[in-house]
């Protein structure tokens, strides 16, 4: 079953965790996702660092992400990912090892990646690439 086509825009990192650890705030301050109808693109601090392709299925309770990198640290793999997107925000618990998370939670000894992003709009500021 096909998610709805939600994802498409730029989403602007609010918060982030990894293995149980809070993302650096200048990390976060940086990061923007953008999503077109089957293409996904990481930009830190105005640079593209990762992308590829993307499949977004499911239903409201179980929505879940395959990326698929071709760009960036992560080519040539598959980052399985859970997801859930209420109004502006949007949560996603990437699994790092190939894995789909079951759960939104990282832990020290799971290579999970936890991040919330808000969508970015006209009227917001997205990124300061000064920063």
């Given amino acids: 079953m096909s998610a709805p086509s939600t994802l ?51 239903d409201a309770a179980t929505r879940m992400l395959t990326l698929q990198a071709d760009k960036g640290p992560h080519t040539g793999r598959v980052v399985c990912c859970i997801y859930q997107l209420v109004g502006d925000r949007l949560r996603i618990c990437y699994g790092l090892d190939g894995r789909t998370p079951t759960q939104f939670t990282t832990q020290a000894d799971e290579p999970h990646y936890l991040a919330t992003y808000r969508r970015c709009t006209e009227e917001r500021d997205t990124v300061d690439s000064s920063v």
Avoid: K
Avoid at 26 to 37: I, K, N, S
């Fill in 8 to 58: 498409p825009g730029r989403w602007q990192m609010i918060r982030a965790e990894f293995a149980g650890a809070a993302a650096p705030e200048l990390v976060v301050a940086c990061t923007v996702l953008h999503f077109t109808a089957d293409r996904y693109s990481m930009v830190f601090n105005g640079v593209e660092a990762d992308a590829g392709s993307y499949v977004a299925e499911g």
